[in-house]
């Protein structure tokens, strides 16, 4: 008996050690505490790729800004382009075509566009991305009137004897359509007005939408989006070799060389010790690739994010890249509903400002935002702009959950 019992710590620490031993037990069976804290890395992450970037020399940063990829670094989306310009040629032949292309954010849906229009013959384009909601009248003509470069246009017939009565046929991209709607009522009035637009014009003008995986579905349960798009375009999740491709096709514009380093546990790895230098490498840069596509879900932004925070030092035209830690988002499970129920609204409106947020859960500006500025200063949400989204480091998880507690459907 004794023998078993010297193993336990002394009185003074055993209550910690209990507490340690259930919270083991707890995690393995995947219970989570009711304030399980949120990890660092997380709340920290766009800071840390913030700093990473902004240590780095100008050449760099422009390698690794979050903009659409110019032809040099555009790579492995021929299916998509392909599905483009058999719309275009549909729509040459008068044909009545409207095209919806379906992508998460950072999927690269902005670069396939500009890919498409390299190959087409040159088209009098429209082209904006909609940053902002466009939920009522006013804004929705505002708009229209400023692509136009019309004035005092104030209804759909007008806006569509303009269009029919021109000239010349248009393509008009709308990047983000999808912020063309509000989850509550009369906050469909935009996009139905769009739709009426497109259904009148479609042999004058290829009209081209984009939409996230998430906004796009919920807007077909609700108002079947699809049966007013003839073309649906649906970005298909990027391969391992895709991601390293578009990281290395960088590094090899630069002509750089770089260095993966290993952490302490790696270190003492006897694995990792057995190996010649050369292979060390090997071993690094596929331990980092296989994590990287993990934790970016095959996304190009999330993997550049991750990448640009793996940067430890630059010199002599060559990267030190640290490696990357998987990260516990066992916090997810411990969030109120309140919570939840604010992560459900900015993942269905990509992203909200303070008062469309108000608006779509019903509450004043004040209690928003008590509801919104203490998930922002944990670092469950970042602030573009004048929007409020999730963390793209945890924006995959938190959408798991919430599908699986059918929040999302």
């Not at 299916?79 to 310009?85: D, N, T």
Request: hydrophobic share 40%.
């Amino acid at each position: 008996m004794s023998n078993d019992l010297s193993q336990i710590p002394q009185s003074t620490n055993f209550l910690s050690y209990i507490k340690n031993k259930i919270s083991e037990l707890k995690k393995a069976a995947g219970i989570v505490d009711e304030k399980e804290p949120i990890s660092f890395k997380i709340s920290e992450f766009m800071q840390d790729v913030s700093f990473s970037l902004e240590a780095l020399p100008k050449e760099y940063r422009n390698l690794y800004e979050l903009k659409p990829a110019d032809e040099n670094f555009f790579i492995n989306r021929k299916a998509e382009i392909q599905k483009l310009e058999l719309s275009y040629e549909n729509w040459q032949k008068e044909r009545f075509v409207s095209c919806a292309i379906v992508g998460e954010k950072g999927s690269g849906v902005s670069s396939v566009l500009d890919a498409f229009l390299r190959k087409i013959p040159e088209t009098q384009l429209i082209r904006t991305e909609l940053n902002e909601k466009i939920h009522t009248n006013n804004k929705y003509f505002a708009l229209f009137n400023a692509l136009l470069n019309t004035e005092n246009i104030y209804s759909n017939k007008e806006l569509i004897e303009l269009l029919n009565s021109s000239k010349e046929s248009k393509i008009i991209i709308l990047e983000n359509l999808h912020h063309m709607f509000l989850k509550k009522v009369d906050g469909f009035d935009s996009m139905e007005m769009l739709f009426e637009l497109i259904s009148y014009t479609s042999k004058k003008i290829l009209w081209i939408g984009t939409f996230t995986p998430r906004t796009w579905n919920y807007l077909d349960k609700t108002i079947s989006i699809s049966n007013y798009f003839t073309s649906e375009v649906i970005m298909q999740p990027l391969s391992e070799e895709s991601i390293k491709d578009i990281i290395f096709k960088r590094l090899e514009h630069k002509s750089s060389k770089i260095e993966f380093t290993p952490n302490e546990q790696t270190l003492l790895s006897k694995t990792f010790q057995n190996l010649d230098p050369d292979e060390q490498q090997l071993y690094l840069k596929e331990k980092f690739f296989k994590l990287l596509y993990k934790l970016s879900n095959s996304n190009i932004s999330l993997a550049l994010l991750y990448w640009i925070r793996a940067i430890s030092t630059e010199q002599e035209n060559s990267l030190k890249i640290k490696e990357i830690d998987d990260l516990d988002y066992s916090f997810i499970k411990s969030l109120s509903s309140e919570s939840l129920f604010t992560l459900q609204a900015l993942i269905l409106h990509d992203g909200l400002s303070m008062s469309d947020f108000a608006l779509v859960t019903h509450e004043s500006l004040p209690q928003s935002r008590k509801i919104v500025m203490p998930m922002l200063e944990k670092g469950l949400l970042i602030q573009p702009d004048d929007k409020y989204t999730i963390n793209p480091a945890i924006y995959k998880p938190v959408h798991d959950y919430l599908s699986s507690k059918n929040f999302i459907h």
